[in-house]
């Protein structure tokens, strides 16, 4: 495939993420990072800001673009000439919901198919939630995003 997008809220990014662009980056020409504007879910951090993080975290990564997109996922795979979308799985969990999205996705928009990439062993028990959590009591969580992320959540924390 030549153009493959990796969508997320990314609220932080963390080396979960990273691992998962670094792999899919590997089986596509050009990959998009595609960070949503407005997830379902509330954010702690705008859109810019995870926009920020994102390309600060890919820097010098060849052939990763890092955009912000708002509305229908496949909407704008379709017009960024995307063939894919990555998404990652951490667990069994994770996966009756994502393949419900892809099913959803292929009938919206039968040309897109979707690839699952485990996350590495090393990642699997990593989320961005779970990270939140633990900066918002104090630990250090640099061993879990990136540094430009771990600033930031240290900035909006204040820990």
Not at 85 to 109: C, H, P, V, W
């Amino acid at each position: 495939m030549r153009v493959v997008v990796y969508p997320g809220s990314f609220d932080p990014v963390t080396y979960g993420h990273v691992d998962v662009i670094r792999r899919a980056r590997r089986i596509t020409e050009k990959l998009i990072v595609a960070v949503a504007k407005s997830p379902a879910k509330e954010t702690a951090f705008s859109a810019e800001e995870r926009l920020d993080m994102v390309r600060e975290a890919t820097r010098g990564l060849d052939g990763v673009e890092v955009n912000l997109f708002d509305g229908l996922l496949v909407e704008y795979a379709r017009q960024v000439g995307a063939e894919g979308i990555i998404r990652g799985l951490r667990a069994l969990s994770d996966f009756e919901y994502e393949f419900q999205m892809a099913l959803t996705n292929r009938k919206l928009y039968e040309p897109i198919e979707t690839i699952f990439l485990m996350t590495s062993e090393s990642y699997s028990y990593l989320s961005s939630s779970l990270i939140k959590e633990i900066a918002r009591l104090g630990a250090d969580i640099s061993s879990f995003v990136p540094p430009a992320a771990c600033r930031k959540m240290k900035e909006r924390f204040g820990k």
